[in-house]
Every structure is written in C-alpha cells, then in structure tokens.
C-alpha cells in the first residue's frame, strides 16, 4: 500500500517536472509564464535562455523519476536517489527564489520519498 503511494507521488512529481520544463523552456515569456513566476515581459525577455536550461534539468528530474517507476522494484535506489535531486533543488530554490518553491517543489517530493522508505 505505501508502496504503491509512494509510486503514484512520484509519478505526479515527474508530471509536476514536466509541467516545469514546459513553462520554464516553451512559455517563460507567455502570459501564463508570467504569471505563475510574477515576471515581467522585460525581466522575462532578459533570463528566456537561463530559464530554457533550467526547464531542460527539470526535465532529465521527471525523465529520472520516470525511469525508476518504469523499473519497478527494481528502480527504488533511482527512485531515491531523484527524489532526493528534487528535495535538494527545491530547498535551494526555497532559500534562493521563493519559499513558495519549498511547498511545490520539494515536499511533495519527501513525502513521496518518506513513503516510499516506509513501504
């Protein structure tokens, strides 16, 4: 049961990554961009490429955890081993950007993580 908790956590963290990788790479400078980061067009326009390379690692995160839920059992030290990647850039993010990176970003993370060390 925690097991499979753990799974489908992880599985809405790689979709959360995925949905990063989109803003970030493809619609930064977008309305919707703009809002969910509170840029503005000028500040947006002048970090576009910075945050087109952040969008990419946000990607190889959800491709990580991907992995390791397309591995099953046997995936669980990569499971790990990625979640704990996002609980690390989350509380960076948290501590250097917004504290709001803490709640989205790397909780959901360690409770799948916790979860998953419980199973």
Same mark, same amino acid.
């Given at each position: 049961m925690l097991g499979t908790l753990a799974g489908v956590l992880t599985g809405l963290v790689a979709l959360l990554h /995925?949905? $990063? /990788?989109?803003?970030?790479? $493809? /619609?930064?400078?977008?309305p919707l961009g703009l809002k969910v980061f509170r840029n503005t067009p000028e500040k947006a326009e002048a970090s576009r490429v910075l *945050? *087109?390379?952040?969008g990419l690692y946000n990607g190889f995160l959800a491709a990580g955890l991907a992995w390791s839920l397309w591995l099953g059992a046997a995936g669980r030290d990569i499971q790990l081993f990625f979640l704990g990647c996002v609980i690390v850039a989350g509380a960076y993010g948290a501590y250097s950007v917004s504290r709001r990176i803490l709640w989205v970003q790397a909780a959901p993370a360690a409770v799948a993580m916790g979860l998953l060390l419980a199973a």
């Open positions: /995925l949905y $990063f /990788l989109v803003l970030e790479m $493809f /619609l930064w400078t977008k *945050a *087109a390379n952040q």
